[in-house]
């Protein structure tokens, strides 16, 4: 295994020790974990939090700031975080109009955040949460009963923190973003599987001449087991399985082509080509286009496409303003 | 060799194709390999023209936008682009106040833009140049003779874009991309080797428990094969090599750990959290930070530092708007 760290063990500590070098506007509580707006935060404001385990970065530290999330909960790598760290995130960014959630659906996370629900209700703090369970590939997977929550995070954060900005109150944000949960769809490919540093080697095997479409981000299973192909067939699984799980047609789309961890940003934008040509020959107009690495997994090598029905509302709420470390305009 | 392509022969032009799709607000001319700011350049600025060999996304046309390039010419991987493209672009974008040329020291980069910048000149288009040479690692190189031009190329392209977008004349934003060329050096370490498509297999021999100390953008050699070691060990070299080669005290830095295309982002903040370290201890203060993937070797494992001896002027111009498809803030 060859990594840049100190040591396997250290990772996580590691890499909030460089946010809070390199990021002096943001918080960095050590002991729990957590990343936040510190002193930036709104009285007011309802305040946002998601989290999960780590090895998906820029999700969720990378989106901490204006327009965006309030806070973001560490896991360990591929790990929940655990109801005191989100209680501590609640406690540090709660300002006086109420806490949402932004859940992944995995079995952990959805757990944890429950319990951290109730013990910030406990304390007076109202908190709602919101799902996403968007991954099209497969019902249930290795940690999640029903449907895994994938890249539609990222957009459940970016526009649901931009109504926050706004000052849209606690039921009005639930609202819109449950609305871009229930509108956003994704499918991801792997062409290798990723290595995490406490397991020293890649976490599934994978032929040289295969990829695993449909992966979790975690390298759960696919769908399928297929011969490594051209990225416009695999452009076209992921966009006809996607459309086939969800009318995109008749509304603008915004469409997120992300990067897993280990794929060069000229391989993602050659894949996006395909992706484009492949929705308008579908009759499907992409109002707004991310091409990057967003939601990751580690250095596994391939891509997810997510794609969002939007609707007026939220293209203008995807267009105002953000700041933080990973997505940034308008500022 | 797995990769999200096509064909190893149609990965740039299917690359423009996805940049063209995704930003409608650029303007890619597929048979020049020219992405520019395309109806959004302003008559009476300065303009600004980089590009090189592809492979290093998002450099150069990442770059391409408000307060930074107006235009990037793509070369094949890891290719100089040709004077031709250079002259296109130059005629793009042209816009009555002369055109400064961004130029990355490879000797066919060299070569080109200064034939380019005949042909302009001929045309009655001033031109000048600015060279980037600040890899510390080694004299010459296997396309260099001097020092590569690495990841100061990134920041010279943001301060002199700001500058020019201010209305700085060509002499003087010339002057501006002189001074940041000349107080910016890198160092880079490869931990794996890059993979071109048209190749099929990686480039170089690096055993799995050795890593590449100076290692090139294209994977020249660097200054020494070392063991691999833990991060902290591998900032300290990098370091204490950049610091050796030019005095950064006294003055505020800004410094830049850009990933190499295969390495996850949790990793570069664990190693930049020890490249903080590692300046404080010097007495050096960082007044600007930027982590992730700017000046990248496809999908080689590693990383690069760059720092650069900023003073005020440099600074402003640094936090002015930028907006372009990889970097953006303020605007």
Known sequence: MKKLINAPASVLADALTGVAAAHPDLAVDFANRVVSRGAAVKQGKVALISGGGSGHEPLHSGFVGLGMLDAACAGEIF????PDQMLAAT????AGAGVLYIVKNYTGDVLNFEMAAELAEAEGIPVKSVLVADDVAVE??????????????????????AAAEEGADLDAVLAIATRVSENGRSMGVALTS??????GKPSFDLPEDEIEM???IHGEPGRTRAPLKPAADI????????LADFDFTGAPVIAMLSGLGGTPLIELYAMYGDVAALLEQRGITVARALVGDYITSLDMAGCSLTLLRADEELLRLWDAPVSTAALRWGV
């Open 79 to 82: 790990t929940s975080p655990t």
């Open 91 to 94: 406690q540090a960014v709660s």
């Open 235 to 242: 452009a076209d699984e992921l966009v006809s399985s996607i």
């Open 140 to 161: 249930d997977s290795t940690w999640t009963a029903g449907r895994r929550g994938v890249g539609t995070t990222v957009l459940v954060e970016k526009i649901a923190g």
């Open 214 to 216: 449909g992966v979790g």
């Open 194 to 199: 990723a290595t995490l540093p406490s397991v």
